[in-house]
């Protein structure tokens, strides 16, 4: 995996919310502080919590080996790829790209999923009414 790579967990891809606002901040490059950003983005773009991103954090040791607890956004692919497109540089147009690949792949699954369920039901009901019993 690429040294500046969106790194997206397994088990968040079916999540509402699955992109990492600290890693984002990162991969686009931004100078500013990362709570600084994300809040100020909050703020100026009325991102709400619980229906575009999550505020979640971790516990992880710093340089000195104390240990320390990190605030994180979690983001929905929409706002990720928000605030992507305000980054007019190459990295911002490539994470872009990535977030409309993945929200394809999100709904082409979530479509897969109703038209497999949609089959089940059908052969389910046509053994319970079949016509030459």
């Known amino acids: 995996m690429a040294k500046n790579s969106i790194k997206i ?12 606002g600290r890693k984002l901040h990162r991969f686009l490059m931004y100078k500013s502080d990362f709570i600084t950003w994300i809040e100020g983005l909050v703020k100026k773009y009325s991102f709400v919590c619980d229906i575009d991103f999550k505020v979640t954090g971790y516990y992880c040791s710093d340089d000195n080996n104390k240990t320390i607890f990190v605030t994180d956004y979690l983001l929905s692919f929409e706002m990720a790829r928000f605030i992507s497109r305000l980054k007019s540089i190459w990295e911002g147009w490539v994470a872009r790209g990535f977030f409309i690949k993945k929200e394809v792949e999100q709904r082409e699954c979530i479509e897969n999923n109703k038209y ?18």
């Open 9 to 20: 967990e397994s088990v968040l891809v079916a999540s509402k919310f699955p992109i990492s």
């Open 116 to 133: 497999q369920r949609l089959i089940s039901e059908l052969k389910n009901d046509e053994k319970e009414h079949s016509p030459w019993d």
